[in-house]
């Protein structure tokens, strides 16, 4: 029997791809098993509704489309020089798929219409403000006994992921506020929404986030400043540099308060009011908040004391799983006082039980939001220089991260190590360096430039330049600056991260990558995508 081929119209096709579309958006904040399911189905209607040649013209003509179809294909190429792993060189491939399918599909489909953009735009900001909402509930209601980590409430996806969608959403309010989409009443529902998503980001500690943030604001004030009328453009620039001071000099201020040196008075007392002889570590000078942690230690005492007024005992860990003894040391340390009983004793009950739930100084007890990250940052840094292993300390170890990375890139300078080899040869690397990092913590390289680079050498890491630069090309011909302040806040995002190396990350790119080139109404070429 002959297959029998069923037509559906053109309205039928777009509808389909609509709802695929508002799939993604949902699972980009709550489910890889729904933006999975959303990329088959966008991929299916795509071939089913035909009309390839026309497409395919179209894909000709768009280098920044072409480019990312040859960055993809460089991942198939690769597995030419695996020597290791070709297991993970296929795997990274079926993760890589998005920058096969959001190419192909959205550089030749038409552009969405004021009303398509309408509608998943709002599923989008509602989606975004659902997940933050949930999270915020397990803030209230768990942060920080069952949930010591406040990142962790982001439990759907990686909290930089999470950060990362919600600086594209406070770019689509700045969109959809713009193209007046969004106007009356709903403007007050939107100065909500991107004010509590702003809020949101410092709630997580996202340091990458905020920055990008940053970036998209300064970025949109020097692109879009020139339409407002002068007597606006001079108050907005006064107000953002009075913002811009008051900001720096508050983060400055706490942060000279948290690395200035300050020592301890006397050494001349030896003993304890108890008579316990004071134990100084003088080979250690590692500090919280400016006092050295490892001097004026009476440790049976402390042990004792401790006791007396907790559960959790002395020798075992805190609710993070930190060594209490650890913990508590560090918390007395910060404070000004010896590590004795009388330092125990004037803990408060809040401090005692900051210290259980594993707040290691009373400046963390203090701060909160990007502040607090900020003096963990800094905690980790300044000890970190004076040579504290980096393990568990996330900034610190991105240094570790990066060294590791380049050490395989200056081996590899040419072709990288293929597709599949990178966990290989980042574990060979970490041996050959004989670096501090326990095994649990041996991770890539956390920057996606150094990664592409070690991975298919300076041709790739070229080849992926190429993809941002004919993209800005692109997008200065449309005077398209709703992709320069996407494309910002994404690059920085590659910075810190291996943005691609994920299926969020990698969906959450490609596919804002075209929608914000092509597909927003107010640029989109109506014919052919230029070069």
């Not at 403007?187 to 929404?193: D, E, G, I, P």
């Not at 001071?245 to 040196?261: C, E, M, P």
């Not at 040869?425 to 360096?433: G, K, S």
């Not at 969020?504 to 052919?528: E, H």
Request: with cysteine.
């Amino acid at each position: 029997m002959n297959a029998v081929k069923i037509n559906l119209p053109y309205k039928v096709h777009r509808n389909i791809f609509l709802f695929f579309t508002a799939v993604l958006c949902v699972g980009l904040f709550f489910s890889v098993f729904l933006v999975s399911v959303a990329g088959i189905g966008i991929a299916a209607n795509w071939l089913w509704e035909g009309n390839l040649k026309n497409k395919l013209q179209k894909l000709r003509k768009s280098k920044p489309a072409l480019l990312v179809l040859l960055f993809f294909a460089l991942h198939i190429a690769g597995l030419l020089w695996t020597n290791h792993d070709y297991d993970y060189g296929l795997k990274d491939i079926r993760i890589k798929l998005p920058l096969l399918l959001f190419p192909v599909v959205l550089s030749t489909i038409n552009p969405f219409s004021r009303m398509e953009e309408k509608i998943l735009g709002s599923i989008f900001i509602l989606t975004a403000l659902t997940a933050t909402f949930y999270s915020y509930y397990l803030y209230q209601a768990y942060y920080p006994h069952e949930i010591t980590d406040i990142r962790n409430i982001s439990v759907f996806i990686s909290h930089i992921r999470f950060s990362l969608l919600l600086v594209t959403a406070i770019t689509l309010l700045f969109y959809g506020i713009y193209t007046k989409h969004i106007k009356g009443y709903v403007l007050y529902l939107a100065a909500f929404a991107g004010i509590w998503f702003v809020y949101f980001i410092g709630l997580l500690h996202v340091i990458s986030g905020a920055l990008g943030l940053a970036s998209v604001i300064i970025a949109g004030v020097i692109l879009f400043a020139h339409e407002l009328k002068k007597n606006y453009r001079i108050t907005l620039f006064i107000a953002l540099s009075v913002a811009f001071v008051i900001t720096l000099s508050y983060f400055g201020s706490k942060a000279y308060d948290y690395l200035r040196h300050k020592d301890y008075p006397d050494y001349s007392i030896t003993k304890t009011a108890q008579g316990e002889k004071y134990i100084h570590d003088k080979n250690n000078n590692l500090r919280e908040n400016g006092y050295l942690i490892y001097r004026f230690i009476a440790p049976v005492e402390l042990e004792k004391a401790w006791n007396e007024r907790s559960r959790l005992k002395f020798d075992g860990y805190d609710k993070r799983n930190q060594p209490l003894r650890s913990t508590l040391i560090r918390f007395l340390t910060s404070k000004g006082e010896k590590k004795d009983a009388e330092g125990v004793h004037n803990l408060t009950a809040r401090e005692v039980e900051a210290i259980e739930n594993g707040i290691a100084g009373k400046p963390y007890l203090n701060a909160s939001g990007l502040e607090l990250r900020m003096l963990k940052v800094l905690y980790e840094l300044n000890n970190y220089r004076e040579g504290a292993n980096p393990s568990g300390h996330s900034v610190a170890m991105r240094i570790e991260f990066l060294k590791t990375g380049i050490h395989i890139f200056k081996k590899y300078p040419l072709l990288g190590t293929g597709t599949g080899d990178v966990p290989h040869e980042f574990e060979a690397a970490y041996n050959e360096t004989n670096n501090e990092l326990s095994s649990k913590y041996r991770y890539r390289a956390h920057n996606q430039f150094l990664t592409v680079a070690l991975t298919f050498g300076i041709p790739g890491l070229s080849l992926f330049i190429l993809c941002f630069v004919f993209s800005v090309r692109t997008a200065n011909r449309l005077q398209n600056k709703f992709f320069i302040l996407f494309i910002i806040h994404a690059a920085l995002s590659m910075i810190s991260e291996d943005t691609l190396e994920t299926q969020i990350g990698v969906t959450f790119f490609s596919f804002f990558f075209f929608v914000f080139l092509y597909n927003l109404s107010l640029y989109a070429d109506k014919g052919n995508p230029p070069t």
